[in-house]
């Protein structure tokens, strides 16, 4: 586990110049605006959100999420996916990765000139945003 993911399982909240996922009351905000998501859509944000930029396999969070066994084949986790992705409009594509056949990857967002609650980075300062275009410098590319 890299520091910045160390970093996000050790707080209440993740927050950057778009989203904030306040782990403790489960709410999560766009631009200000509270997302209405169902305790099972709060949840998978919540688990992709803290182990963010690390590629979680499909059986693992159809496990981790919704308890089902690893052999149960289901469109469950695609149809949460799909509707974290209309809650998060136009950033969908920005915070959540697909990788096709292995599973989902939360792409935490850099800040300009400001510190991003999760990691204790600034965008200015070398860290897990230096190089590769807002990916965290040690998430290899897909």
Known sequence: MNSFQNAA???DRYQDSHLIV?????????????????????DLLALLVRRAGELIPRPMLLMLVWGYDVEIRTRTLDVHIRRLRKNLG???TQYIETVFGVGYRFQPSPLIGAR????????DEPGPW????????????V
């Open 116 to 123: 991003q609650s999760l990691s204790g980075y600034d965008s």
């Open 22 to 42: 306040d782990f403790q009351e489960q709410t999560a905000q766009l631009d200000g605006q509270p997302l209405n998501l169902t305790q099972k859509e709060f």
């Open 9 to 11: 399982n050790q707080q």
């Open 90 to 92: 136009s950033y969908a």
């Open 130 to 141: 230096s190089g590769s275009g807002g990916r965290p410098a040690c998430v290899p590319s």
